[in-house]
């Protein structure tokens, strides 16, 4: 079993709709990163959160550390949303840099 | 724009070769971590580097070695390459010990072994 698992795996989505992608994990950690993934492969850092709720513009990241469980969200979806976006966490001890990943979610928001 | 470049972009390489990866960062970023990233995976963690030392390291087998440079470039080598290791390589930077320093990714190189 993956110590950070995401769901769904995919989403389709229209435009305009409020998205919610779901994040689990199984080990202790420091913080939890919401990342996205453009076609290409390049990353975008979208949220560092160690505990609460963080909002940028139309994206709002939520973490329950008790119950190790995460929540990003999209409100007003957009087509330009269309990415993976994948959650990370640091494990509580370990490095920084040294996450470990989900497999992502692919979101594609239709027109 | 995350002022983290890599190169190449793309690179093919047949089994058995050696490959050298480059990843430049911004001043200040003295921390940098490489991340293996296979097709339909998240990605892996490699190894992370700091003050020019290795600070970290994940599951990966002895040829893949790296480099950090005072300069904060760096470079992952994968020696004797095998077709599993036809991935996307990430790096990522970031300014250790600030608690709300996120990493910075760069856009990544697509190695291909043939």
């Known amino acids: 079993k993956n110590e950070v698992e995401q769901s769904p795996q995919n989403l389709t989505a229209q435009e305009g709709e409020f998205i919610t992608i779901n994040c689990s994990y199984s080990?202790?950690?420091?913080?939890l990163h919401w990342l996205q993934q453009h076609p290409g492969g390049g990353i975008v850092s979208l949220f560092m959160l160690s505990s609460g709720k963080k909002k940028h513009g139309r994206l709002i990241a939520t973490i329950n550390i008790q119950e190790k469980h995460s929540s990003l969200h999209i409100t007003a979806s957009h087509p330009r949303d269309s990415a993976v976006y994948i959650c990370?966490?640091?494990?509580?001890?370990?490095?920084?840099?040294?996450?470990?990943f989900g497999k992502g979610t692919k979101l594609s928001v239709k027109p | 724009e995350t002022g983290v470049t890599q190169s190449p972009t793309h690179l093919i390489k047949t089994r058995g070769q050696q490959v050298t990866l480059r990843c430049s960062s911004q001043s200040g970023h003295n921390t940098v971590s490489w991340y293996q990233q296979a097709l339909g995976q998240g990605p892996q963690f490699i190894f992370q580097y700091y003050r020019e030392e290795e600070n970290g390291r994940g599951n990966f087998p002895p040829r893949f070695s790296g480099l950090q440079f005072p300069n904060y470039s760096s470079e992952l080598n994968v020696n004797a390459l095998e077709l599993d290791d036809s991935a996307l390589y990430l790096c990522?930077?970031?300014?250790?010990?600030?608690?709300?320093?996120?990493?910075?990714f760069g856009p990544g190189t697509r190695l291909t072994v043939l």
């Open positions: 080990v202790g950690i420091s913080a």
């Open positions: 990370a966490v640091c494990r509580y001890g370990g490095s920084q840099g040294n996450l470990i």
């Open positions: 990522a930077t970031l300014t250790r010990g600030r608690s709300t320093d996120t990493q910075y």
